[in-house]
């Protein structure tokens, strides 16, 4: 029995060791000086609950042009109500089959540790208040942004009548589901893209965050505050 609990807290340590590594080391390692502090006029929003994070980036002309095939999965581009495009990666398994927590389930969950085939999740939003827990409000300049779209839309899975929208899945009027690139893992998850989605918008984040609270925690450790001014304080 004490052999059992010593391999329990053994375990528990190098767990707790890999995930505080995860959010110190910084990812990248280092960056280029650049020559001249670029403006940055832009703000864009991660999302996050319990275990999953979404970026929120705010509509214009640039970028319903760009994602104007969201409407092929019936979304509405031209609701005058429209604030915000929403977008989220993760496992096909889970992300499709629990709508809440109460469609939980065995079978996804067991999937989302081995591998499981990747989904971009996109949704239109109104107003999102700001001050909200769940709200993180990012500061990226114009060049960033730019970064930020590109690697978004590289994201979707393409075919020759370009992305795969799988209609029937969605949560609603206003949310749609679509094949992805790349194959998903609890370990290098739906947080680990939104990470590198932030690094390609000109953010360090930690090494490995697997978990909405890693990422948030190495969002703050890594850039300094004036990335995040116009946000509060995360819980």
Request: aromatic share 10%.
């Amino acid at each position: 029995m004490l052999r059992i609990f010593k391999g329990i807290f053994f375990a528990a340590l190098i767990v707790a060791t890999l995930a505080g590594l995860g959010v110190v080391v910084p990812r990248p390692l280092w960056h280029d000086a650049p020559a001249a502090r670029p403006e940055r006029s832009q703000q864009v929003l991660m999302l996050s609950n319990p275990i999953h994070t979404d970026i929120a980036i705010p509509v214009d002309g640039d970028l319903l042009s760009r994602f104007a095939f969201l409407r092929t999965a019936g979304l509405d581009l031209d609701n005058p109500n429209l604030r915000y495009l929403i977008f989220g990666w993760g496992g096909r398994s889970f992300y499709t089959e629990t709508r809440t927590w109460a469609d939980l389930k065995a079978g996804p969950v067991l999937k989302s540790f081995a591998l499981d085939r990747s989904v971009i999740h996109a949704e239109l939003a109104g107003d999102i208040p700001l001050d909200a827990s769940a709200v993180t409000v990012v500061n990226i300049d114009a060049e960033g942004l730019e970064r930020l779209k590109q690697f978004i839309l590289a994201s979707f899975e393409q075919s020759d009548g370009g992305p795969v929208a799988l209609l029937g899945s969605n949560y609603g009027p206003n949310d749609a589901f679509f094949e992805a690139r790349g194959y998903f893992n609890a370990l290098m998850g739906c947080n680990t893209w939104t990470a590198a989605a932030l690094r390609q918008a000109g953010l360090t984040s930690g090494f490995w965050t697997a978990l909405p609270m890693m990422l948030r925690m190495s969002l703050r450790l890594h850039n300094e505050d004036q990335r995040f001014a116009a946000s509060y304080a995360l819980p």
